[in-house]
């Protein structure tokens, strides 16, 4: 199966998908440079408007935006000065759910892994999906549960099935994942 798009945690329970997050102006003119969390970051090119801000996202006008050396430089309308640009580093851009891009036969977003029950193959219940670490690699799942705190690499040898209609991921343990 393919992964899509990251989110931080709760972020679904607001109703976002988030697609990129403000790392730095750009320029003198409010623009900002974004790190994008998506598979297709020309979408920031066909927005006429996102949310910004985690705590209470705020509706903005995107003026322009352009792809640049595996980043997006964004100009929204609200923001014409470094100044403004600065105060918006970090913040999380963000579309509402029914905007995000189709999913195709078995892909899904990465935040719908969260809170699924995670077992082994042969019936042993390891605990619950409760964070996804992006690395360059491969994605690492973070299961809570009985044995703690385990890493589960996202693979082909040790996912063995997503099963969204029973809350529930079937893994393969490889040797030395348990504590």
Do not use: C
């Amino acid at each position: 199966m393919k992964k899509k798009q990251s989110v931080p945690a709760n972020f679904d329970d607001l109703g976002f998908i988030v697609i990129g997050v403000i790392t730095k102006p750009h320029g003198v003119r409010g623009e900002v440079r974004v790190k994008p969390l998506t598979d297709e970051p020309a979408r920031f090119t066909w927005l006429e408007q996102l949310y910004v801000g985690a705590d209470d996202p705020q509706p903005m006008a995107v003026e322009q935006a352009r792809v640049h050396q595996e980043m997006v430089l964004l100009k929204l309308t609200a923001v014409s000065n470094r100044s403004q640009a600065e105060s918006l580093r970090g913040e999380w851009l963000m579309v509402p759910e029914e905007e995000a891009l189709s999913l195709e036969e078995g892909e899904y977003f990465l935040f719908q892994l969260e809170g699924l029950t995670v077992i082994t193959a042969d019936g042993e219940t390891l605990g619950t999906l409760t964070s996804i670490i992006e690395t360059g690699a491969n994605n690492v799942f973070v299961v809570q549960g009985e044995h703690g705190e385990l890493l589960l690499p996202d693979i082909d040898d040790v996912v063995q099935e997503i099963d969204f209609d029973n809350g529930r991921m079937i893994v393969t343990l490889l040797p030395g994942l348990l504590p």
